[in-house]
């Protein structure tokens, strides 16, 4: 049975970095696309981007500009960076298991708030 | 790339159906056979109910079903139950082998 524990830092400030790390535990690694998927406060979902074991990564357009995933398979391990950040970011990303065209399984999400 | 439309919301009696629509285009959901459906209770993970448009994951009951005709896809709990009263999203891989996501519907079970 695969988990997903993600972590990151919760506040940050317009202009700064977002930065979260998402763990895999069980399963296989390679075998897999990693994706980060996020949800702003009273809106739906939305599909930031993938990445696979080989660091292959395929972004949303809207976010393409200020979006990086990178993948360490020593530590089963794969993070997301999200530069020049604004209220708009504001929001709870998942970390999920792409298998197949679909997500099964998903991390326990991690609140982020950009505020002044 | 758009989100997909979904009904804001739906509601029906315990024992009821409901049926949810998610409506896209020939890039996304009419182009490919990769619709997925997720229940989403506030606070939580959400959960793989269908994916490939119509096959339900080891554990969902078999009171959720779904199906696509051309670039709508559908959603249906049939007897309904308390659980099944949580936000519901559609996604669909899309052209440019991105992912899209319906815009949500809240399901009340009356």
């Known amino acids: 049975q695969v988990q997903l524990q993600q972590w990151g830092a919760g506040l940050l400030k317009p202009s700064e970095t977002l930065s979260l790390t998402c763990a895999v535990y069980?399963?296989?690694?390679?075998?897999?696309?990693w994706s980060w998927i996020r949800q702003p406060p009273g809106k739906g979902l939305e599909w930031i981007g993938e990445?696979?074991?080989?660091?292959?990564?395929i972004y949303n357009p809207s976010l393409k500009s200020r979006v990086a995933m990178s993948v360490d398979t020593s530590r089963n391990q794969f993070s997301l960076r999200l530069s020049s950040v604004a209220a708009a970011d504001t929001a709870v990303y998942f970390c999920?298991?792409?298998?197949?065209?679909?997500?099964?399984?998903w991390g326990q999400g991690t609140l982020v708030t950009v505020s002044s | 790339q758009s989100a997909l439309t979904q009904p804001p919301s739906a509601s029906g009696s315990p024992g009821q159906s409901v049926t949810i629509s998610c409506t896209g285009t020939s890039s996304d959901v009419g182009g490919y056979n990769y619709v997925s459906w997720y229940q989403h209770h506030p606070g939580k993970a959400p959960k793989l109910m269908i994916y490939?448009?119509?096959k339900r994951p080891s554990g969902v009951p078999d009171r959720f079903s779904a199906s696509k005709s051309g670039n709508t896809a559908s959603l249906t709990v049939s007897g309904l139950q308390a659980e099944d009263e949580a936000d519901y999203y559609c996604s669909s891989y899309a052209d440019n082998k991105i992912y899209v996501f319906g815009t949500g519907t809240k399901v009340t079970v009356l």
């Open positions: 990445i696979n074991h080989s660091g292959s990564t």
């Open positions: 069980g399963g296989s690694f390679s075998d897999y696309y």
């Open positions: 999920a298991r792409g298998s197949g065209y679909n997500w099964h399984d």
């Open positions: 490939d448009v119509s």
